[in-house]
């Protein structure tokens, strides 16, 4: 859905940033959790794009490195008010976690010890539970368009809960899925069959005007994260800013496989924090609201005060707002191609069995206890009784977990 005429740029921009700035300041729970919550305020209650559309973004986002909601703020910004708005949008949800968290390492440095607020969290997690089964019930009546995609979704979520590979899981969807659809229909024009090679000549066009193809970006950044630096202790800041640019460029797999780059890299190549030291940067990253990348912003406060927070944020970062701004132009032409429109749908209905294979992850962990089901019954009974912003609901779980510990 394209914004109204009579609506300013200024306007867009404005809603934008007030939008995606309370998101990024209560969207507890993973990027699951964030993407629900984005739906419903941009889909359900705004109608700024359509479902389809918003499905598209997410698969798209699935796709290539880096966090997926954060992506996907970027990209609807860039829908809602072009090259502005893709700023304004990813930067407005961004800002509250990364300040969050650097109170929290501010703490962390002044006292020696990680702040605790476990009984909000359990209370949190409950109800981001209910939120995420709502959005995936919505996205998935779209998503799931025949049979086809519904057989296609059951292998995601199986493959997903066997522990293949998401992306793996996401690729080997679209292409099947692509090939199921074009065997059941005629061949009749070879146009057909060209349609992605003209999608790619875009692309090139677009590299002569000093953008590189998306396709192409992944690569030159593995290659840029397979050169080895000097360790250095203390850091300077132009190392912490290198060191997350590149863990920003190439990292697929959210918060574990984070983890996983951060320990090699800044406890075993480079000493530059202790393992209990990155175990905490990790906790309050899963802890605090909006994207879990905003560990960057702790572990750059532990090594060079504000100025390390701010640089590590930025530079984790930014790698998102280069691919968005490669590939936001380009998404929705390929709808416009039989084969490509093929392949999407089926990343799309993958997608939505990973939210779902996520979900029952997360379930384990969160529901365990009276209070816990307590708390998701009563988030599920508001969620369809009435047309209340899912955000509330998390807040009220958090709320709920402090009130049911003080009974304790």
Not at 311 to 336: C, G, H, K
Not at 341 to 355: I, K, Q, R, T
Request: hydrophobic share 55%; net charge positive.
């Amino acid at each position: 859905m394209l914004p109204s005429p009579s609506v300013s740029r200024a306007t867009r921009l404005r809603e934008l940033s007030k939008i995606f700035l309370r998101l990024g300041a209560i969207s507890f729970g993973g990027p699951a959790a964030h993407i629900a919550l984005i739906e419903a305020e941009i889909v359900r209650k705004r109608q700024w794009i359509s479902r389809q559309q918003f499905l598209d973004m997410v698969g798209a986002a699935n796709l290539i490195p880096g966090p997926t909601s954060t992506e996907l703020a970027i990209n609807v910004g860039y829908a809602r008010a072009g090259w502005a708005g893709l700023v304004v949008a990813g930067a407005s949800f961004i800002v509250p976690a990364a300040l969050i968290t650097g109170a929290f390492a501010w703490a962390y440095v002044r006292f020696g010890s990680l702040p605790q607020a476990e009984s909000v969290l359990r209370g949190i997690k409950p109800a981001v539970i209910a939120v995420i089964a709502m959005a995936i019930w919505r996205l998935g009546k779209t998503a799931v368009k025949d049979v086809v995609l519904a057989v296609l979704a059951a292998i995601a979520l199986a493959a997903f809960l066997l522990g293949v590979n998401p992306i793996a899981v996401l690729f080997g969807g679209g292409v099947l899925g692509m090939l199921a659809r074009q065997l059941r229909r005629p061949h009749s024009a070879s146009a057909q069959f060209l349609a992605p090679i003209a999608l790619f000549r875009t692309c090139a066009l677009h590299a002569r005007n000093g953008l590189a193809c998306l396709s192409s970006a992944p690569l030159g950044a593995a290659f840029v994260l397979s050169s080895d630096s000097t360790p250095v202790i203390p850091p300077a800041l132009w190392r912490i800013g290198l060191f997350f640019l590149k863990v920003g460029a190439v990292l697929y797999g959210g918060g574990y496989v984070l983890l996983a780059f951060l320990e090699r890299g800044l406890v075993q190549q480079q000493p530059w924090l202790t393992q209990q030291q990155l175990l905490d940067a990790v906790a309050i990253g899963q802890f605090t609201p909006g994207p879990v990348l905003s560990t960057a912003t702790f572990i750059g406060f532990i090594l060079h005060g504000a100025p390390g927070a701010a640089v590590a944020t930025i530079a984790i970062f930014l790698p998102s707002f280069l691919y968005i701004a490669l590939l936001a132009p380009l998404l929705f032409r390929v709808r416009q191609s039989p084969w490509l429109s093929a392949f999407l749908d089926s990343v799309n209905a993958g997608a939505v069995a990973l939210m779902a294979g996520v979900t029952l992850q997360l379930a384990k962990d969160a529901l365990r206890g009276w209070p816990a089901w307590v708390i998701v019954g009563s988030a599920f009974a508001v969620l369809l009784r009435w047309k209340v912003n899912p955000a509330w609901v998390v807040l009220g779980g958090g709320l709920a977990g402090l009130g049911l510990a003080a009974l304790r």
